[in-house]
């Protein structure tokens, strides 16, 4: 099966500093990745959505200059929360999709906990 | 827009017993796919089944089955034989031909009982 491992699964910062979030594919190539962030009992609500080499496309309401989305590689994109504060704080997981065979499936990975002080 | 909704927002089971999660959608879409996830207390999401719209025939996964009607527009998940590993928040999901995106919907909290 597709593997996606994200990283750190849980992270605590104190407010006004950036944490980076990554995001691989450990067995296939992405061509696109998304991030997503979850409140507690709800569903999963779309941040952005990256293709490899490209900008990210952000939902509407997301602010792109406080998370800031790279998809350098076809196996790895990043997101980072500038500047985090504690309304920031929430799960956020990323998930990818194959570059060929997808079957329109994403892969998701296993989250991050941010918790800004 | 496309949306996706689940009605049932908790449901519960007796182990070894079946249960149907509904799912409804709008799209004016023919040709898209749809999805069921499971989110278990791990919070990682875990595909469970898919099932293309112009396929008429109900997707199967081991226990895991659907109900696709596409005129009404209607993808119910049924378990089967429910185990406690099965015990999780489920997700519907839809995505258009053209879309890269996912839409989810609110997510059905499935406790199984022993």
């Known amino acids: 099966g597709a593997v996606v491992s994200q990283h750190p699964s849980w992270v605590i910062c104190k407010s006004g500093t950036s944490v980076k979030i990554e995001c691989r594919s450990l067995?296939?190539?992405?061509?696109?990745m998304f991030w997503y962030r979850q409140f507690p009992k709800q569903s999963l609500m779309l941040m952005a959505t990256s293709n490899e080499g490209s900008k990210a496309t952000y939902e509407q309401g997301v602010e792109k200059d406080k998370f800031l989305i790279n998809h350098a590689s076809l196996t790895l994109s990043t997101l980072t929360v500038t500047s985090a504060h504690p309304e920031d704080s929430s799960f956020y997981i990323c998930s990818a999709r194959r570059r060929r065979g997808a079957k329109n499936i994403q892969y998701f990975g296993a989250g991050t906990r941010l918790s800004v002080l | 827009a496309q949306t996706v909704t689940q009605s049932q927002p908790e449901m519960s089971v007796q182990e070894a017993e079946t249960v149907t999660l509904s799912c409804t959608y709008d799209?004016?879409?023919?040709?898209?796919?749809l999805f069921w996830y499971k989110q278990p207390p791990s919070r990682q999401m875990i595909l469970v089944i898919r099932q293309e719209a112009y396929k008429q025939q109900n997707a199967t996964e081991n226990r895991f089955s659907v109900n696709f009607q596409k005129a009404a527009k209607s993808f119910s998940l049924k378990i089967s034989d429910s185990q406690l590993g099965d015990a999780a928040m489920y997700f519907c999901a839809y995505k258009g031909q053209g879309a890269q995106k996912l839409v989810f919907g609110q997510g059905t909290r499935l406790t199984i009982n022993p």
């Open positions: 799209t004016s879409e023919s040709d898209y796919y």
């Open positions: 067995d296939f190539q992405a061509t696109t």
